[in-house]
């Protein structure tokens, strides 16, 4: 998910047509990540995530998909892997 509304051909990005919340709800991720499916500027939300070190969904990676890869949100604890 990205501040900026349009793709640099001017279409209006799929982030842009839905509510905020839905990035940033673990009982919504799959709508999050179908919202961010194709569209131009994922990789550029997926970078901005993990270079800012974001929380919630970004160009559809989640926070503990980034936390994975070695990019934690600020104050990132790895949850218990008997919890998950």
Do not use: I
Request: proline share 8%; hydrophobic share 30%.
């Amino acid at each position: 998910m990205t501040r900026r509304q349009h793709s640099p051909d001017g279409q209006l990005v799929p982030c842009a047509r839905v509510e905020p919340e839905v990035f940033h709800s673990d009982e919504l991720v799959g709508l999050a990540k179908s919202t961010c499916a194709g569209c131009p500027l994922g990789e550029a939300c997926r970078l901005r995530a993990r270079t800012n070190r974001e929380w919630g969904t970004w160009g559809g990676e989640t926070s503990r998909e980034r936390a994975n890869a070695g990019y934690a949100p600020h104050g990132w604890t790895r949850p218990n892997p008997a919890a998950l």
